[in-house]
């Protein structure tokens, strides 16, 4: 699917008025047909925000149909395959959840290793308390890692910029988008995620993760990598979209499955936001295969940190496994629900804001980077925009802590150090230590006692997000941070997190929504402990700011992104609290219904950003501030009129002038029943296999009498259906011959074997609402309108189900109803640019 559009702005009575032209591409059939009514658009439509670069990048977007062509080939190709073979997709499934759990573990511990040396390199400074050589060594690292992480997204990467979690979500409800699956965007991706994170930018690594498995689930699915020429023959039956999407729906899954280890929040991860199509196969398949990455994510970690081998492999330990373990669960008061519900309501306010904000900050970045007409100088002004980033991030975590002073953890006896290995590795110097030192003295007893003491702002800052977030949801540990360095962190991070977050480098948000959460939730159970003090008896025992921390975390990741169920078995996953369980999805619950009063998730929001045409779930459009019942309104309202068709016996030269003028994607294809009836709709066919077709001339045939002749040999299926013409040049030499040499005026070609039989098809009276079901549902390209005696009347596709076709084409319909109608927009919320 592709658009073109044209507009003009013009000031008059101080309203901008955008008069908007639209031509369907590939998809619509009339290209010359332009929109007729022109209406005042403001700016809470979806498509206001774009500009020309971005409505002409859209062009690049096209539709894709979940079903394959139900033709005579397809079925003749069916016959030769097994049905009902299942073990290969099975095969398949664990293949690509252990390929998934091999890479989240080597980025683990890629990250570990670069952060250790970096922080090795400054341990002596820091020592010594000199913080301006640890700021220019921080930076200096920092910079060497970020360069490369920036460089590899937009000099390495075919699309030219990082792309993620919307892009995914995108294609599987639909949208083709371009270089998404390519070999150079795994890799650039890898290394850009890998270096942004070790180089101290507020950032994770699980939205590229969800991104790599894809990638995953979509190459080893395929087996072809057009980039390198290689085509494997095995697995080839599937090869076709509905087959591709379950595969890249799993990878995804096992993507959040492996970085969290949470397999059952990855399987409904990919449920609640990912797939916009699902069953209970899938989700036995996705259960699989996030059970294998997280098995081997687990396993190869069990006795490698850091690529260095530790012993006891194949031995779970909760420590290691659970990545925020919390140790001593806490019973819970029903006192603790109205802290909790605000929680949720902070949670849902400061999501809001911070998808607001970050919106805002990308539209900037958009608007200022798009200005400059030089590719290469575009680049490399997104590239300094991260170099920025990262000099502002070195100064907050190396210069901030150096305000504050050091604190004391705790007292232990010197034979537990002797003894106790494990204790003296917790003892081990750490960067939350920066330039606190311990001190030993001799107590009462004769023994020897140490002090340890550590900077509450280095510990919240300077160390890694999965660090940081330990600390915070740690209990018993009541006034181990205290408000100045938990409102300190929380400003800092709340904006270096939103202005990282669409940057030129391939980095995720989990965990800086996790931590933002984590810092004000332990700054709510602070003011608790303030008021009523530290509880030491069971029943107050909840009285704790690493409750509340694990609690406010979960309410700010649901305030951004709006998910509940994944988020709350995520949450539990990854604590192991299941006595917060309770706590933690009224806390979910609340924070998403207050996010959704001011705006929509972050990953939505992105979507309309990006102008990924989406289509939800169901159609809401509201009037006025009134919704509107689309039951009240039929195919034609939004239906593109004028339609090309075939016929199953098509002249040569008359169809190479249509591929030629035209870049519809598919026509609906007609015949005669009766000599003396009216051409009814037969079916339709792809713009990609009639250039197939037209390639092998040995299936061309002269003009006969017989109005039903067929070919006696029709190419196989696999000849004619392809994702991409592998040879454009050659097939527009071939058009061009086909129109100018006589001898293709007496060619015909028989389409009847090749169009797809099973074409969806409405009448032209059918409820726009249903009609909209059915499109989303069954993941159409096209539905073709037909009246009474089922002739083609119009083509429903994807774009006449987006914001503007709906306001326009609903505008007459509601004109005699509502005199003054042109005072007031349509509001479509379904039909977004997302």
Known sequence: MSSLFSHRTHM?????????????????INSQDF?????????????????????????????????????????????????????????????????????????????????????????????????????????????????????????????????????IIGYLNGTSIQHLFNIKTFLGTFASCVLAVASGLFCGSEGPM???????????????????????????????????RSFITAGAGAGIASVFRAPIGGLLFTLEEVSSFWDIRLAWQTFFCCLMATFTTDLLSSSLCAFVY???????????RIIFWVKNLLDVNVLAFVPTILLGMLGGLLGALFVSLNIKINKLRMQFFNSIPKLSLRKTSKLLETVLILVCTTTVTVYLPYFFPCTPVMSVRNYQLRNNSETINQFKREISEYSCSSSTWIGPDGVRYSNQTFNQAAALLVENGKQGITYLFKRGTHEEFGYTSLCTALAFYFILSCWTAGSAVASGLVIPMLYTGALYGRIIGLILVSIFGVQTNEYGAWIDPGLFAAIGAASFFSGVSRLTISLTVIMVEITNDVQSLLLIMLAVMVAKMVGDLFNASLYSSLLKLKCIPYL???????????????????????????????????????????????????????????????????????????????????????????????????????????????????????????????RYQQLFINLDPYINKSAMSVQAHFSLQRTYIIFRTLGLRHL???????????????????PFPPGERLWPQLAPRSPDVGEQPLDSRAWMCS
């Open 12 to 28: 008059e009575n101080g309203e901008e008025e955008i008069l908007m032209a639209e031509d369907h591409g590939p998809d619509l």
């Open 35 to 167: 929109r007729r009514q022109c209406s005042i658009i403001r700016s809470s439509l979806a498509y206001s925000h774009c500009k020309e670069e971005e409505r002409e990048h859209l062009i690049t977007h096209e539709s894709l149909d979940y079903l394959p062509s139900h033709s005579e080939v397809y079925k003749k190709w069916l016959q030769e395959k097994t049905y009902r073979k299942e073990w290969d997709r099975w095969l398949l499934m664990g293949l690509i959840g252990t390929a998934v759990g091999m890479l989240a573990f080597l980025i683990h511990q890629i990250i570990d290793s670069l952060i250790k040396l970096k922080w090795d390199l400054m341990e002596n400074y820091l020592q010594d308390g000199n913080i301006h050589m640890t700021w220019l060594c921080a930076l200096g690292s920092g910079l060497a890692m970020v360069v490369l992480s920036s460089g590899s997204v937009l000099f390495f990467c075919p699309a030219g910029s990082p792309s993620g979690l919307p892009e």
């Open 210 to 244: 969800i991104h790599l498995g894809a990638l995953l689930g979509c190459g080893l699915s395929q087996l072809q990598l057009d980039t390198l020429g290689v085509h494997l023959p095995i697995f080839t039956r599937f090869r076709n979209s509905a087959d591709k």
């Open 310 to 320: 530790r012993g006891h492999f194949g031995f779970f330990e909760a420590e290691k």
């Open 616 to 742: 939800d779930v169901e159609p809401f459009v509201r009037h006025r501030r009134k919704w509107l019942n689309l039951e009240l309104f039929s195919a034609r309202d939004v239906m593109e009129p004028g339609v090309r068709v075939l016929h199953l016996k098509e002249n040569i030269a008359s169809l190479a002038r249509l591929l030629a003028s035209t870049s519809h994607g598919g026509f609906p294809v007609v015949c005669r029943p009766k000599p003396d009836h009216a051409e009814v709709f037969q079916g339709t066919i792809k713009r990609l296999e009639l250039c197939m077709l037209l390639e092998n001339e040995h299936i061309f045939e002269p003009q006969t009498n017989d109005e039903s002749f067929s070919s006696s040999h029709p190419l196989s299926y696999e000849k004619i259906t392809v994702e991409k013409l592998p040879n454009l040049s050659r097939l527009t030499m071939l058009l061009n011959r086909y129109t100018t040499d006589p």
């Open 784 to 802: 073709t309108v037909v009246d009474r005696q089922n002739r083609v009347v119009g083509v429903i596709t994807r774009k006449d189900l987006m």
